[in-house]
């Protein structure tokens, strides 16, 4: 996916945003998992796709800029877990 190390310039893409929140997601979701269960996992995700995202993507510090940043890792949240499912097993199925 990348040809070198994670840079500034690649934080500030939705690439980037995304591939770092399913990264960090991934490698720490088992403490909240394990504690909270799955539906706490989704909103870690977010947690951790809002604070990226006001970090090296924000939008502007009116009251338009936070609600689309806050819109934008929405967005990022929806690809990182989409994503990471797609890529770890495309053929499960899921049933209730």
């Known amino acids: 996916m990348f040809n070198g190390f ?3 310039d690649i934080l500030t ?3 980037g945003l995304t591939a770092t929140t399913m990264l960090i997601v991934q ?3 088992f403490l ?4 909270w269960g799955d ?3 989704r909103i870690y ?3 951790i796709a809002l604070i990226l995202t006001f970090i090296f993507a924000k939008q502007g510090n009116n009251p338009q800029g936070i609600a689309l940043t ?3 890792a929405i967005m990022i949240t929806l690809s990182a877990t989409g994503g990471y499912e797609m890529l770890s ?3 499960a199925k899921k049933s209730k």
């Open 32 to 35: 909240i998992k394990n504690r």
């Open 27 to 29: 490698f720490s979701k």
């Open 6 to 8: 994670m840079t500034l």
């Open 45 to 47: 995700s977010f947690l």
């Open 70 to 72: 806050i819109i934008n």
């Open 13 to 15: 893409t939705f690439a």
């Open 39 to 41: 539906s706490w996992v």
């Open 89 to 91: 097993d495309p053929l």
